[in-house]
Nanobody, 115 residues
Framework: QVQLVESGGGLVQAGGSLRLSCVAS????????MGWFRQAPGKEREWVAI???????NYADSVKGRFTISRDNAKNTVYLQMNSLKSEDTAVYYC?????????WGQGTQVTVSS
Protein backbone atom coordinates (compact mmCIF):
# COMPACT_ATOMS: atom_id res chain seq x y z
CA GLN A 1 0.00 0.00 0.00
CA VAL A 2 0.90 3.62 -0.46
CA GLN A 3 -0.01 6.19 2.15
CA LEU A 4 -0.53 9.77 1.02
CA VAL A 5 -0.73 12.72 3.40
CA GLU A 6 -1.71 16.13 2.08
CA SER A 7 -1.11 19.46 3.73
CA GLY A 8 -1.08 23.15 2.88
CA GLY A 9 -4.75 23.88 2.46
CA GLY A 10 -6.43 26.86 4.05
CA LEU A 11 -8.31 30.08 3.53
CA VAL A 12 -6.98 32.63 1.06
CA GLN A 13 -8.33 35.69 -0.67
CA ALA A 14 -8.99 35.69 -4.38
CA GLY A 15 -5.81 36.41 -6.27
CA GLY A 16 -3.69 34.82 -3.58
CA SER A 17 -1.53 31.71 -3.57
CA LEU A 18 -1.25 28.42 -1.73
CA ARG A 19 1.09 25.47 -2.03
CA LEU A 20 -0.22 22.00 -1.35
CA SER A 21 2.09 19.14 -0.43
CA CYS A 22 1.55 15.40 -0.67
CA VAL A 23 3.98 13.04 1.03
CA ALA A 24 4.00 9.43 -0.12
CA SER A 25 5.16 6.49 1.98
CA UNK A 26 4.95 2.72 1.82
CA UNK A 27 5.19 0.78 -1.45
CA UNK A 28 6.18 3.74 -3.58
CA UNK A 29 8.39 1.78 -5.98
CA UNK A 30 5.57 1.08 -8.46
CA UNK A 31 4.09 4.57 -8.62
CA UNK A 32 3.78 5.61 -12.27
CA UNK A 33 2.37 9.06 -11.68
CA MET A 34 1.01 11.32 -8.99
CA GLY A 35 -1.43 14.15 -9.17
CA TRP A 36 -4.34 16.02 -7.78
CA PHE A 37 -8.11 15.95 -8.02
CA ARG A 38 -10.52 18.33 -6.37
CA GLN A 39 -14.15 18.21 -5.35
CA ALA A 40 -16.28 21.26 -4.72
CA PRO A 41 -19.50 21.06 -2.70
CA GLY A 42 -22.27 19.51 -4.74
CA LYS A 43 -19.99 18.76 -7.68
CA GLU A 44 -18.24 15.71 -9.03
CA ARG A 45 -14.57 15.11 -8.40
CA GLU A 46 -12.49 16.95 -11.01
CA TRP A 47 -9.01 16.07 -12.18
CA VAL A 48 -6.54 18.96 -11.74
CA ALA A 49 -2.97 17.97 -12.58
CA ILE A 50 -0.57 15.06 -13.01
CA UNK A 51 3.18 14.50 -12.97
CA UNK A 52 4.59 11.24 -14.30
CA UNK A 53 7.62 9.28 -13.18
CA UNK A 54 9.68 10.87 -15.98
CA UNK A 55 8.61 14.38 -14.99
CA UNK A 56 6.00 15.07 -17.64
CA UNK A 57 3.14 17.25 -16.46
CA ASN A 58 -0.36 18.01 -17.60
CA TYR A 59 -3.14 20.25 -16.32
CA ALA A 60 -6.85 20.74 -16.55
CA ASP A 61 -7.75 23.71 -18.73
CA SER A 62 -9.36 25.41 -15.74
CA VAL A 63 -6.01 25.69 -13.91
CA LYS A 64 -3.51 25.84 -16.77
CA GLY A 65 -1.21 28.82 -16.39
CA ARG A 66 -2.12 29.29 -12.72
CA PHE A 67 -1.19 25.97 -11.08
CA THR A 68 2.15 24.18 -11.20
CA ILE A 69 2.75 20.60 -10.15
CA SER A 70 6.24 19.51 -9.15
CA ARG A 71 7.96 16.86 -7.12
CA ASP A 72 10.92 16.26 -4.85
CA ASN A 73 11.96 12.63 -5.25
CA ALA A 74 14.31 12.78 -2.26
CA LYS A 75 11.35 13.69 -0.05
CA ASN A 76 8.77 11.50 -1.85
CA THR A 77 6.69 14.64 -2.09
CA VAL A 78 4.55 16.18 -4.79
CA TYR A 79 3.57 19.83 -4.68
CA LEU A 80 0.79 21.86 -6.22
CA GLN A 81 1.60 25.55 -6.39
CA MET A 82 -1.64 27.45 -6.88
CA ASN A 83 -1.47 31.10 -7.94
CA SER A 84 -4.10 33.64 -8.93
CA LEU A 85 -6.69 31.69 -7.00
CA LYS A 86 -10.35 32.19 -7.80
CA SER A 87 -13.48 31.49 -5.77
CA GLU A 88 -14.24 28.60 -8.11
CA ASP A 89 -11.03 26.91 -6.96
CA THR A 90 -12.66 26.33 -3.58
CA ALA A 91 -12.74 22.58 -3.03
CA VAL A 92 -11.25 19.67 -1.16
CA TYR A 93 -8.04 18.74 -2.94
CA TYR A 94 -7.03 15.09 -3.06
CA CYS A 95 -3.62 13.74 -3.90
CA UNK A 96 -3.46 10.44 -5.77
CA UNK A 97 -0.77 7.93 -6.72
CA UNK A 98 -1.34 5.88 -9.84
CA UNK A 99 0.35 2.51 -9.44
CA UNK A 100 0.55 -0.56 -11.68
CA UNK A 101 -2.78 -2.08 -10.66
CA UNK A 102 -4.52 0.47 -8.44
CA UNK A 103 -4.66 4.05 -7.33
CA UNK A 104 -4.20 5.28 -3.80
CA TRP A 105 -5.75 8.46 -2.43
CA GLY A 106 -5.00 10.90 0.32
CA GLN A 107 -7.53 12.13 2.82
CA GLY A 108 -7.89 15.54 1.22
CA THR A 109 -7.12 19.09 2.24
CA GLN A 110 -9.60 21.96 2.13
CA VAL A 111 -8.87 25.03 0.03
CA THR A 112 -11.23 27.97 0.45
CA VAL A 113 -10.89 31.09 -1.69
CA SER A 114 -12.82 34.12 -0.51
CA SER A 115 -13.94 36.71 -3.03
Amino acid sequence: QVQLVESGGGLVQAGGSLRLSCVASGSIFDINAMGWFRQAPGKEREWVAIITSNGSTNYADSVKGRFTISRDNAKNTVYLQMNSLKSEDTAVYYCYAARLVLTNWGQGTQVTVSS
